[in-house]
């Protein structure tokens, strides 16, 4: 089997005559992370719901891990085999978790969907899981609402690796967040990667953290990939004057904030 | 400059003895939950001179923001407010609402986070830029209207016109943003209140926002409190930081001395745990745990709990603020420790 676990063609989508996805082409090696940067509009998010299903594209191809992703229904059977692939944690911690739903529940829910377990088997590796994301088996019997905004984005991460995916597309999954809290998430991340060797498609606007987090990264405007390249020569030498404009406009030391020329 | 300098008399002649245009000394801010005082605010001192951009640090539930609202009154239902607020050599804690009005109108303005949620959806944008001029300035309706223009242009909007005539979901969050600044610009206050101003837009919107707001601003010689959870934003457009922990301001320093030389931990960890674009490194170091409102905090210092260096002393009372070589700073240990800035 080949090491390639996303490879993406020509994705193009239309929503009536709006085109926020236009020609969209790359691919995805086993144990990678790979960044898909962008402002708002630029499409990157239409990328990501399109990998996961959540979006049919208007034209292209995906396949993840050698298997072609169709556009007609597919059997829940199927459904399963492609949650095993592919799992995406969301940008927002607040509504991506069941409100009325037992921290530990989430967790054991996704397993129970994928792995035939005893109930016991099934608590025990939610507990594990809870601990490889930072929490602590006293969280397991808590509502969302009794947990702050960095421990509600663990326990999404802990229930997408759950079923043991091969690629985790992470959505904005930092943004929202403290950044002493982005911080410990974003070397939960790489721990994870290392340990597993789960590949990310890691959508986002902050440059810094795409530099932190991916080895490529493809930069998008207006639906379309710009510039891309492995992400600390893209950083260093951008090359494309969107990408150059990007990078001049991120707070650093030194820097002065600018304004543009009016076209 | 095509604006109008307005009311400039009674600007002159009042000023406070320490010559800060506005002075928080010992501010602070609780709201009742059930039979008790829950604190989101604590022993706050912070002086704005004229013409003078402080950046007010911090994460969530830090403070910050409560701290700017209380400045205008625009606190939580039932909350009590304790210390004391001195704008322009008069005291502001303890007015009426007439006179918070008046503040509110000519004197302090507030840009918000969500420009969307503070621009009324129903009215056009022109509506919404010569409202204050003509209520409360006196302004003859066709000249607000030829000022309000002008402003539009000021921030950056060419085709003001046109823009006049649009409603709010007709623009884009930037340029709704600028609409916010045109209209603080209108009034000519003495100090802008800006909230996260730039935190909903995208990065190169934020730079050419915060520059719009920065030129502007020093041009009219406004004084500026920029509230921000960005360290590394505040201190490219302030002259002065200060950081806020649990309802208290930790550290407060001029902006090239604070990111090179923090004195509390908290700012130094602050800076390290957030990524580079220049930088990698393996794991990022971070500050273990999470932010603490004001009234989560026990005993000892805030960040006792959460400080690679805290010792025994640090769980036994809030730690006094202390000045070292120009920095005001709330740590028993700042005087012993040497701290990471950003390189």
């Known amino acids: 089997m080949s090491d390639i676990v996303i490879e993406a063609s020509g994705l193009r989508k239309e929503f009536g005559t709006a085109v926020a996805v236009d020609d969209v082409s790359f691919t995805l090696h086993r144990g990678q992370s790979l960044a898909v940067v962008g402002e708002s509009g630029s499409g990157k998010t239409t990328v990501a719901r399109m990998l996961i299903g959540l979006e049919t594209p208007s034209d292209g191809t995906i396949s993840v891990c050698g298997r072609p992703r169709g556009t007609g229904r597919v059997s829940s059977r199927e459904r399963r085999k492609r949650a095993r692939e592919i799992q995406i944690v969301f940008q927002d911690p607040y509504s991506s978790l069941d409100k009325l739903q037992r921290i530990g529940d989430v967790v054991e829910t996704s397993l129970a969907l994928h792995f035939p377990l005893t109930p016991a088997e099934r608590r025990r590796r939610a507990l594990e899981l809870l601990e490889a994301v930072g929490l602590a088996e006293r969280h397991a019997d808590m509502l969302p609402r009794q947990l702050s905004g960095g421990q509600r984005q663990r326990v999404a991460i802990a229930r997408a690796i759950a079923v043991q995916p091969e690629v985790l597309v992470l959505d904005e999954a930092v943004a929202a967040l403290d950044v002493s809290i982005q911080a410990q998430i974003l070397n939960l991340l790489a721990d994870i990667r290392e340990r597993s060797g789960i590949s990310y498609v890691f959508i986002s606007h902050d440059l810094a953290v795409v530099h932190q987090i991916s080895d490529t990264a493809i930069v998008m405007s207006n639906g379309r990939i710009v510039e891309r390249g492995a992400t600390p020569d893209l950083l260093r030498a951008p090359q494309e004057e969107y990408t150059r404009a990007l990078r001049a406009a991120v707070p650093r030391p030194g820097w002065k904030p600018s304004r543009r020329q009016q076209a | ?343």
């Open chain 2, 1 to 343: 400059m095509s604006v109008h300098k307005l009311h400039t008399s009674d600007k002159a002649e009042s000023h406070s003895a320490d010559g800060a245009l506005l002075s928080l000394r010992g501010l602070g801010l609780a709201v009742p939950a059930g039979k008790e005082w829950r604190p989101l605010v604590e022993e706050v001192d912070l002086s704005i001179g004229r013409g003078e951009a402080v950046g007010l640090v911090g994460e969530s539930g830090s403070g910050k923001s409560m701290t700017a609202r209380t400045v205008l009154g625009l606190t939580p239902p039932g909350a009590r407010v304790t210390g004391e607020i001195v704008f322009d050599g008069t005291p502001v804690t303890g007015a009426d609402q007439r006179a918070l009005r008046a503040l509110r109108t000519r004197r302090i303005a507030m840009i918000f986070q969500d420009p969307r949620a503070h621009i009324n959806p129903v009215r056009t944008i022109g509506d919404f830029l010569t409202e204050a001029m003509i209520a409360n300035l006196e302004v003859p309706a066709p000249e607000a209207a030829a000022r309000a223009v002008r402003l539009l242009a000021d921030v950056g909007i060419t085709d003001g016109e046109r823009r006049m005539r649009q409603y709010p979901h007709e623009l884009s969050g930037g340029l709704l943003q600028r609409v916010m600044i045109a209209s603080v610009l209108a009034v000519e206050p003495d100090l802008v209140l800006a909230d996260e101003p730039t935190t909903a837009l995208d990065v190169t919107t934020q730079s050419e926002v915060m520059a719009i707001l920065d030129e502007l601003r020093r041009e009219r010689g406004m004084a500026m409190l920029l509230i921000t959870h960005d360290l590394e934003l505040a201190a490219a457009t302030c002259d002065r930081l200060a950081v806020m922990y649990a309802g208290r301001i930790v550290e407060t320093q001029p902006a090239t001395a604070l990111t090179s030389t923090p004195r509390h931990p908290y700012t130094s960890g602050l800076m390290l745990s957030r990524p580079s674009i220049d930088a990698v490194v393996h794991r990022l170091p971070v500050i273990p745990g999470r932010p603490l409102a004001a009234f989560e905090a026990d005993d000892g210092c805030a960040f006792a709990p959460r400080c690679a260096h805290a010792q025994g002393l640090c769980h036994e009372g809030r730690p006094p603020v202390q000045e070292l070589d120009g920095a005001r700073v709330a740590c028993v240990r700042a005087g012993e420790l040497t701290l990471q800035g950003e390189s």
